[in-house]
């Protein structure tokens, strides 16, 4: 049992320093709010075509993780008639695979315990290098490396959302959108996020 400080007991726990632990429950809760938002991008368009939220929840939830953010490309090249939205979404998609790759390395991965020489500083991970590999690949992350990830997904949040509310209000007259929104009415979009290199695994400690 943890005692009223949550602190684990060891030998049967040993995660590490709390800081590392909270940075990697960030970055889970912030991608699944990306992810969330990217689910609102896409059910825009096939409401606009009025189909029932049923059937468009049935069909995309019915998707791959990996289809489904294909299919918010599909619909916007089929539907989206302004060619800055529609590098604005593939532009986010790519930024989203990024952060879906570089969550699926880090939470999917083990702790690897650091071996005579391994810097407290650091959390190292271990991770298969591919479903049918059993070679492992390895990571080692310092805080503020963490924390950057985290911060990172948040601007996909808030650029996922900048670009709802401009699809909310482009074609709305100015007198009959929400007060709160007028503001996004003529606001251009935000420039594209920058895609960070790839998350990549090290053969070696």
């Not at 590098?87 to 998609?93: S, V």
């Not at 996004?184 to 070696?204: A, E, G």
Request: aromatic letters at 10%; one cysteine or more; hydrophobic letters at 35%.
């Amino acid at each position: 049992m943890t005692d009223s400080q949550d602190n684990w007991p060891i030998p049967k726990f040993n995660p590490g320093s709390h800081y590392h632990i909270h940075a990697l429950g960030v970055i889970a809760i912030t991608y699944a709010g990306f992810q969330r938002s990217i689910d609102y991008l896409y059910a825009f368009h096939p409401r606009q075509q009025k189909l029932p939220d049923e059937l468009i929840d049935l069909y995309y939830f019915n998707l791959s993780e990996d289809n489904r953010i294909k299919a918010v490309g599909d619909v916007f090249a089929k539907y989206e008639r302004d060619d800055d939205v529609k590098a604005a979404i593939e532009n986010l998609r790519k930024y989203f695979q990024w952060c879906k790759h570089t969550r699926d390395q880090i939470l999917r991965a083990d702790q690897y315990p650091a071996m005579f020489g391994g810097k407290p500083e650091l959390l190292y991970l271990t991770k298969r290098l591919g479903k049918k590999s059993p070679k492992s690949g390895h990571m080692a992350f310092k805080l503020e490396e963490l924390r950057s990830i985290a911060e990172k997904m948040r601007a996909g949040i808030v650029q996922s959302a900048e670009i709802h509310i401009h699809l909310r209000v482009c074609d709305i007259p100015e007198a009959k959108i929400e007060h709160s929104l007028r503001a996004y009415k003529n606001k251009p979009l935000s420039s594209p996020l920058p895609i960070p290199p790839p998350l990549v695994l090290s053969l070696t400690p």
